[in-house]
C-alpha cells in the first residue's frame, strides 16, 4: 500500500453546500473550503507549485534560501513547502499580522523580518526586492510568477468543474496577489465562457486581510483584467460580520477575507436565478482568534 506524502495532501479540498444561509431565488450556495489543505489555506497551492516548478527548471536547489513578500497566508504555505522540500525560507511581512501568523510561520523554521504597518505589503515588497538584489536569497515573487495562477489553473479549476458537474455558474473570490481567480478563471472560462467571474476588493478604507486594492505600481503582474467579469468592493465591517455569520450559523470558521467572499457570493445572489455560485474560503478562522474578531461581544 502506498501512503502519500504531506506535499501529496494539498488540494481536492471540500466543496459544501450552505444549509442555513440562505441565497434566495433557487439558488445554490457552495464554499470551497480550503482551510482543509495541510499548512490551512489557499496558498498552499501556489507554494508547492512555484517551488516544484523552479526546481524542475534548475533556478533553485535544495538547501538554497528563498525570500518572499507576504501578509501571512502564502508565507505559512511557503514556510510548510520550504520545510518539506529542504529550503530555508526568509518571510517580509507587515509588523501587524496577527501573532498566530507569524508563530505558524515560524513553527516551520522560516525567518521573519518586519516592515511597519504604515510601510504594509508595499515595503515589504520593496524591502524583499533589496534582499535579494544584496544576494541574500532568491526570489519567488508571488506577484509576477506564473506557476502562482499555474496551480489553480490544474488543481482549483478542475476540482469546481468537475465537484459541481460542470454546473458552476458563478465563482466568487477575494483578489490579493491574485492567482486563485486568474488561474481557476482561465480553466472554467475554457470549460464554459458564460461562467461569470466576480472578483472582490476592500472599499476605500477598508482594511481586510488576503484582499488588497493596490497602486497601480504594484498591480501584481500576473493579474490580467480581461479574466475578471466584475469586481465588487466589500466593507470591512460586511467582511467581519458575514466571517461571523459562516461560524454561527454554518459551523464553518473562516478568515476575514472568507467573510467577505461570503458578502460577495450573497450580493450575486441578488442579482440572479438559479444559479450555482462558488465562493473561495481561503483559510482556518483559528489564526485570527488574537484579532478579537470572534470574541463574544463582536
Not at 536547489?61 to 505559512?76: C, H, K, M, Q
Not at 541574500?136 to 506577484?143: D, I, Y
Not at 483578489?175 to 486568474?182: A, E, H, P, Q, V
Amino acid at each position: 500500500m502506498a501512503f502519500p506524502t504531506l506535499a501529496q495532501t494539498v488540494g481536492n479540498t471540500p466543496l459544501v453546500r450552505l444549509a442555513r444561509i440562505s441565497a434566495g431565488r433557487d439558488n445554490t450556495l457552495l464554499a470551497k473550503l480550503e482551510g482543509n489543505n495541510p499548512a490551512g489555506s489557499v496558498k498552499d497551492r501556489p507554494a508547492l507549485s512555484m517551488l516544484r516548478e523552479a526546481e524542475s527548471r534548475g533556478d533553485i536547489v535544495p538547501g538554497d534560501t528563498l525570500i518572499e513578500a507576504t501578509s501571512g497566508n502564502t508565507g505559512i504555505a511557503l514556510a510548510m513547502a520550504a520545510a518539506v522540500m529542504g529550503y530555508r525560507m526568509i518571510l517580509v511581512m507587515p509588523d501587524n499580522a496577527s501573532s498566530e501568523r507569524k508563530q505558524a510561520m515560524a513553527a516551520y523554521g522560516a525567518t521573519l523580518i518586519g516592515v511597519s504597518q504604515d510601510a504594509g505589503m508595499e515595503g515589504a515588497r520593496d524591502l524583499a526586492d533589496e534582499m535579494i538584489a544584496r544576494g541574500e536569497g532568491k526570489p519567488l515573487n508571488q506577484f509576477a510568477n506564473p506557476d502562482n495562477p499555474l496551480a489553480h489553473y490544474r488543481s482549483t479549476g478542475p476540482e469546481l468543474w468537475e465537484q459541481t458537474a460542470g454546473r458552476i455558474t458563478h465563482f466568487v473570490s477575494s483578489m490579493g496577489t491574485t492567482g486563485t481567480i486568474m488561474g481557476t478563471s482561465r480553466y472554467l472560462k475554457e470549460r464554459n465562457p458564460s461562467i461569470e467571474i466576480v472578483g472582490l476588493q476592500p472599499a476605500d478604507g477598508a482594511s481586510i486581510a488576503g484582499i488588497r486594492r493596490w497602486p497601480e505600481a504594484y498591480l501584481p503582474s500576473i493579474y490580467e483584467p480581461s479574466r475578471v467579469d466584475r469586481v465588487l468592493d466589500i466593507e470591512q465591517a460586511e467582511a467581519e460580520e458575514h466571517m461571523r455569520r459562516l461560524a454561527r450559523e454554518e459551523g464553518i470558521l473562516g478568515g476575514v477575507s472568507s467573510g467577505g467572499a461570503l458578502a460577495g457570493a450573497l450580493k450575486v445572489a441578488e442579482q440572479v436565478n438559479n444559479a450555482v455560485i462558488v465562493f473561495i474560503v481561503c483559510d482556518r478562522g483559528d489564526r485570527y482568534l488574537s484579532t478579537g474578531l470572534y470574541a463574544p461581544d463582536a
